[in-house]
Nanobody, 124 residues
């Protein structure tokens, strides 16, 4: 049974930082590209960033480019999202997802497995 478990969310002031983690089990982690998505209240789920199987390739939404960094540790079956210079508009539930594709993709419907999400709240 595949499980993706996010952690590291919380409440932070604008300008602060958080580091999210997503621990995967029940799948061969190195054979999956990994992505982070987020969903704010009343809005659709949106792509944040993704990383290829090896970690060599990454892609970011324009809204987070230069502030967020995705990374992975295949030995630990974990993907990370370092979030700096947080803004109130970053407030959302953040989800990690696994995609068996060889390339990095941004469409949520391409991803095979999803975590339950972790809440990130940025106060102004």
């Amino acid at each position: 049974q595949v499980q993706l478990v996010e952690s590291g969310g919380g409440l932070v002031q604008a300008g602060g930082s958080l580091r999210l983690s997503c621990a995967a089990s029940g799948l061969t982690f190195s054979r999956y590209a990994m992505g982070w998505f987020r969903q704010a209240p009343g809005k659709e789920r949106e792509f944040v960033t993704a990383i290829s199987r090896s970690g060599a390739n990454t892609y970011y939404a324009d809204s987070v480019k230069g502030r967020f960094t995705i990374s992975r540790d295949n030995a630990k079956n974990t993907v990370y999202l370092q979030m700096n210079s947080l803004k109130p508009e970053d407030t959302a539930v953040y989800y990690c997802a696994a995609d068996q594709a060889l390339i990095v993709r941004v469409a949520s419907n391409e991803y095979d497995y999803w975590g339950q999400g972790t809440q990130v709240t940025v106060s102004s």
